[in-house]
């Protein structure tokens, strides 16, 4: 009865989308402002509409209604009641309503933040968002099922099957019979870190089409000029930041759940959710020299479009099973629809830019290879670069089998060759890009700007080359291999470090001369009146520390793997602090939960003699599921961890198989994390200052906004 | 606003011209660095992906390559020694076509008849030594169509 409901709630909102497209599209072609507001009205009755839907299936889920196909797919009686909820993104069709829901809020965010400031914007940006949400609420709602026949008139039968499957795909889709239990869901995604890390990348995806329904409307309306830039600005920082957030947790649970003693495998699903990351960032970047001089404004629109067209195509990617994954969800006709979708998307992208190419002519242009506009430029080549490296190994199985009739695949491998020496380009232009001048500047300036951080990097480099007590920083256990790119790296992250200092110590001393504050009292104000510079300069504080914890885990990583019989122990050795040695005492078991087992061993580690403490890595048992998960066991420290499985055992635990990780420097890379996303908080943050000037672009705009400040 | 003015002017300007050719030519130097090095890392680092008949037909060119090759655990037994973590057993295609599989590692939870393997390693003709494993179950998950899977790695 009340899934009807639901069923109802998602129709509604799926017609009154098509509806809100068009009344705006009308209203705005031919200036009837009721149609505007009927628009308006629709994006909020959408918004709620589909509020009420997620209502309903979160109560479907809580109560077990196992009649509700998706609730018996996702659950079963014993589950905890919090993770009935968070069911709800667990499988196919709850995440596509959840990703619904999430982008109906943002829409009527957008509409109802951007009505007084932006109104002209207004109509593209509901014909743009709502149409992006009928698209998704039409693959959950069943529509695309009504195909199946003509479909089968026509003779496409294959077509006609994946569009009459598209019916079950509703989150509300009811069976014929009430199942007894249902089947629960995926124990490996029964963890917090699996909670928050769908929607918080969902909020993410979701959060990147608003700027592109922004940067569309832009375009079409010719309100090319300072207003759009600055309001999708925070959009955009807005999307990154939470796309951020779901990267960094996505990479602790994998690094903290599935056992393997990694973080990011360069996985599609990983890939897919980097990619518009990558795009993202470059534009965050180059939409700093377009407020500053009007350039590169055909670029940005480039970039946001791509990163939107990205963004779907991640969605799809994670949906449609065409490359083998770890995440992949099941494959189905969903498919084929999302890449049309893309498709379509790019070409009015592209022709609406080809129309409007004289309205984004740049205001300046490129005076010197020395200035900081080049190195922005530079920054984005890479972030781009990285991206199509990334793109061009994700899509390579599907593109050698199309090209060459065989599939390939490339790995991890290709990715961290190419890639990695890209990331230290990156990190050198994120160095000298603050210290750099606007317009050009004499080489002599440059020679005194960048003498001390150049000084500091190269003696960490040196040092680290030439001191022996350094050495363990510096080569591979074991080898004596890549110790240069290594080091050099290393002088890199101080010479970024040291850039960075600079420019909090320059900012506090001027405060201190002109307004005579303590030192604190300079550093606070500093930030407060500057957010979004030095919340920046944070942010590439946090870069620097996840960039050491990679460098720490790629190069410096330890790895074994024992049998051991009870009282007998193995030693590892980790390369900065010394020799582990892990002594097996036995097997305990626990009740987890009502329907979960552990069976641990019980591991007592010392490091050079020391006793450092137990670690009980074990096996969850998931009775229902009948699925073994295993739990890692892991000893923190800044320096390292040591990461311990339980493998197997044999015989009731008289032997036990373990593998064993030292993992140096790894933590430093989720510190960096918690920098980072602290470090864009705070340039997301709204400031008095920043207000003002969304308001002067306002009135400066009246109809036809041209005027910069 | 004076500034403003040369600027415009300056749009048209020789330097300018320099300039953009400079820039040109920078950039299209990056981008072809980054082309060579996607080339090369692509050729040295591609893998075949193959059927078990795939793996045969291409008899000695296929041997000691790193390749990928998926198929089906058969019934034939399983044997595991976890005293030096040597795990044995067989993978099936559907043309009937069988291969043997040696690891050295710790036996995945998933292992069991009928589960669909992904091996990476090398083929020397006879055995297949894999160097990962990942298996995807039958799972209950999604319809029925879904897939768990779990990756395990030979000890190095």
Known sequence: MIADLGYVALLLAFVLSIFAALAAWLGERHRIIELVFSARNGVLAVAGLLTLAVLIELFLLLNSDFRVMYVAQVTNRAMPAFFKLTALWGGQAGSLLFWSWLMALFAAAAVLSGWQRTRILMPKVIVVTQLTLAFFLSLISGVWALLASPLEALGMTTGAALMAEMETLTPFYQLAFTPVDGNGLNPLLRHWGMIVHPPLLYLGFVGFVIPFAFAVAALSTRQTGDLWIRVIRRWTLVAWLFLSMGLLVGMWWAYGVLGWGGYWGWDPVENAALMPWLTGTAFLHSVIIQERRGMFKVWNMVLIMITYSLVIFGTFLTRSGVVSSVHAFAQSGVGPLFLGFVGATLIVSVVLLFLRLDSLRSEH???????????????????????????????????????????????????????????????LTMGIAPLMPWRRTSPAKLARLL????????????????????????????????????????????????????????????????????????????????????????????????????IGTNFFKVETQRNLAQGESFTIASPLTGTYTVTYEGLSASIVAEDVRRTAAVLKITREGQLVGMLQPGQDFFIAQEQAMTTPAMYHSLAEDLYIILAGWENGGATATFKAYVEPLINWLWIGGLVFILGTAMAVWPTPVEERRIAMATSASGRVVTARS | MEEEMMDRMSYVSRPVRRNRLKFLLGGGVIALAVIYLIFTATQSTAAYFFTISELYARGEAAYDRYVRVSGKVTDAAIQFDPRDLMLRFQIADENGQTLSVVFHGPKPDQLRPDAEAILEGKFDGKVFTAQTILLKCPSKYEEEKGIVEEKVEAVR
């Not at chain 1, 290879?369 to 080049?374: I, K, N, T």
């Not at chain 1, 991206?387 to 390579?396: A, K």
């Not at chain 1, 050495?471 to 004596?480: D, E």
């Not at chain 1, 890549?482 to 405060?511: H, K, M």
Request: overall charge positive; hydrophobic content about 55%; cysteine-free.
């Open chain 1, 365 to 427: 242009a490129l005076d010197s290879l020395v200035s900081r506009e080049a190195i922005f430029l530079l920054n984005n080549l890479l972030f781009l670069a990285i991206f199509f490296v990334t793109f061009w190994g994700t899509i390579f199985p599907v593109v050698s089998e199309l090209l060459a009739g065989q599939k390939a695949i490339v790995g991890p491998p290709f990715f961290n060759q190419v890639n990695g020496p890209l990331f230290a380009l990156l990190v």
């Open chain 1, 451 to 550: 003498a001390w951080p150049v000084l500091a990097g190269l003696a960490t480099t040196l040092g680290l080359l030439v001191t022996p007590a350094m050495r363990q920083f510096a080569v591979l256990p074991g080898t004596s291999l890549r110790i240069v790119p290594v080091t050099a790296f290393y002088g890199l992250l101080v010479f970024t470090l040291v850039v960075i200092g600079q420019e909090f110590w320059r900012g506090i001393r001027t405060r201190r001369r002109a307004i005579g504050e303590t030192y604190w009292t300079a550093l606070l104000n500093l930030v407060r009146y500057n957010r979004r510079r030095y919340g920046g300069y944070l942010v590439h504080l946090g870069v620097v520390m996840i960039a050491l914890g990679v």
